[in-house]
């Protein structure tokens, strides 16, 4: 029997290329996004349906599973991709851009959760993939709006796995690594602007020189793309699915070094030396 994916956040990037991959390997996908557009994909096919969702708005969520259950029997598996990427410095971000963050990269993952588990619970089987950061394994500068909303859904995403393996359903994450395509900045848009005062700028400038060499390969879309297809088909226990050079080194240095070692590392690899 063919299975089904719906995935929320596919009008470009990782959403985008996940659909493709799962289209390509014979797969249902549900592709969602906040302004429905099929030709954004390379090839139709009747295995694709391309439905509205906004993560923010619960109707639209609501309507999204429905329909994709009524289109195909059913969703044995749920991407959370959908995010808000920003950096920023902390003591100028305005309550009302962390809360339009948290609202999409966090809440709006927990509301599509919330609405996919009673249907995946009734059919006894099911996988929830949380898209999230490398970030959450290697915090690094002026990203500490962003990382707290991601570093939640994997907070989240491994409770809720303990919670769900009763019913035969997986809860898992993908941490994609910084790539050179992801959109960060042009996903924060507006929202980012003015958020690095003088006082900071020249801590920011050498920060960001530093990022456009970074310490190892950019991650690309094709491989969270097959991170994403691991997560949501492989057996087994994991939760974590890093994806991308510097992602598997970050979560190597995490989780095994001593925290003095890790610290070390970070420092060497991230913090700016600034022009006296």
Request: hydrophobic share 45%.
């Amino acid at each position: 029997m063919t299975k089904t994916i719906l995935i929320t956040g596919t009008s470009s990037g990782y959403g985008k290329a996940i659909a493709e991959l799962f289209l390509a390997r014979g797969w249902n996908v549900i592709a969602t996004m906040r302004q429905p557009d099929a030709s954004l994909f390379a090839a139709t096919s009747e295995r694709l349906l391309v439905l509205p969702l906004d993560v923010t708005k619960a109707e639209t969520i609501d309507k999204a599973i429905a329909d994709g259950v009524a289109a195909f029997g059913t969703i044995d598996v749920l991407v959370n991709n959908a995010g808000i990427g920003m950096a920023s410095v902390v003591e100028v971000t305005p309550d009302s851009t962390i809360q339009e963050i948290f609202q999409t990269n966090t809440f709006g993952v927990f509301s599509v959760c919330r609405a996919i588990i009673p249907q995946m619970r009734a059919q006894g089987r099911g996988t929830i993939v949380n898209v999230t950061s490398s970030v959450t394994l290697g915090v690094m500068p002026l990203v500490a709006i962003y990382a707290a909303s991601k570093c939640a859904v994997e907070g989240y995403t491994e409770s809720l796995s303990y919670e769900l393996e009763l019913f035969n359903i997986k809860a898992r994450l993908v941490e994609p690594g910084l790539g050179p395509t992801t959109g960060f900045a042009a996903n924060g848009g507006e929202r980012m602007q003015g958020l690095i005062p003088q006082d900071y700028a020249a801590f920011a400038q050498a920060y960001f020189g530093i990022m456009g060499n970074y310490p190892t390969a950019y991650c690309t879309e094709a491989e969270v793309a097959e991170a994403t297809f691991a997560a949501a088909t492989e057996d087994g226990d994991a939760i974590r699915f890093p994806a991308g050079a510097d992602s598997k080194m970050l979560a190597k240095l995490r989780w095994s070094t001593s925290e003095e070692h890790y610290l070390s590392k970070m420092r060497e690899m991230f913090r700016p030396v600034i022009p006296a």
